[in-house]
């Protein structure tokens, strides 16, 4: 079986398939997420008018130095391992009392640099990576048309930032980055999922995220409600993004 982006759902055999779990998002973590794609039923009915946003123009610093030091590209074949690795970290830091012990402590990091590596070796410009200056990998992101529901054409499948790179603006910049991509390839319109009780959900809603649809999944035998949040105008949401948030597109 063919793997399409990995991470189709929260579950390590979905990662087989496709990355889709972005429950950042669809889980994001904080400043970034992890998103998760999953079937999910839209509210029906006229579409709500999304008034733009203003978003904040000022470029955050941490105790990893200025964001000027990192730089947001699209994948390389290469940098599959250093994915993976911080895939499985930012799960086990994130999914830690949501998800069993045993589950998170079982993930392989050879299984999804495997798959991450046949992810971007179809399209790598699907999936961006943020790094620093010494070129180590703090963050990523993937994202494609969305399979599962004719409302929003793109999707973001995940999107990760290391723990302490977090809340430092490395997780908007890759988020704004994937948008700019789906709008590239004619996706006007994007979804991603959140589980409820992650705290990512909140950055999301920040840059205009509305929440859209909900839906328990089955998540290493565990129930979890996740949320989906949409943006239906991501040409107008991009138009409101100040020009020191727009990345090249290599």
């Known amino acids: 079986m063919d793997l399409p982006p990995v991470m189709r759902l929260m579950v390590e055999k979905m990662y087989e398939n496709q990355p889709k779990l972005s429950f950042e998002t669809v889980i994001a973590h904080s400043s970034s997420s992890r998103p998760a794609s999953v079937a999910h039923s839209s509210r029906r009915g006229r579409h709500s008018i999304v008034r733009p946003i203003t978003l904040p123009m000022t470029r955050e610093t941490g105790q990893n130095g200025p964001m000027d030091e990192i730089t947001i590209r699209p994948a390389r074949p290469g940098d599959a391992r250093g994915i993976a690795r911080l895939d499985v970290e930012t799960w086990r830091a994130t999914y830690a009392g949501l998800l069993a012990t045993s589950y998170l402590v079982g993930l392989s990091e050879r299984r999804r640099e495997a798959g991450w590596r046949s992810v971007i070796l179809r399209e790598p410009r699907d999936v961006r990576v943020a790094v620093d200056s010494a070129g180590a990998i703090v963050g990523f992101g993937s994202c494609?048309?969305?399979?599962?529901?004719?409302?929003?054409?793109?999707?973001?499948?995940?999107?990760?930032?290391?723990?302490?790179?977090?809340?430092?603006?490395?997780?908007?910049?890759?988020?704004?980055?994937?948008?700019?991509?789906?709008?590239?390839?004619?996706?006007?319109?994007?979804?991603?999922?959140?589980?409820?009780?992650?705290?990512?959900?909140?950055?999301?809603?920040?840059?205009?995220?509305q929440q859209v649809s909900r839906k328990a999944l089955a998540v290493a035998g565990t129930a979890i409600e996740a949320t989906a949040y949409g943006w239906r105008d991501l040409p107008g949401f991009l138009a409101a993004v100040s020009s020191e948030d727009r990345e090249p597109e290599a």
Do not use: C, K, M
């Open 144 to 209: 494609g048309p969305n399979r599962t529901d004719r409302f929003f054409a793109g999707e973001v499948f995940t999107l990760y930032v290391a723990p302490d790179w977090q809340n430092q603006g490395v997780g908007r910049r890759l988020l704004i980055t994937l948008f700019r991509r789906l709008v590239a390839t004619g996706r006007r319109s994007a979804i991603l999922w959140v589980l409820r009780d992650n705290p990512s959900r909140f950055f999301y809603e920040r840059l205009g995220g």
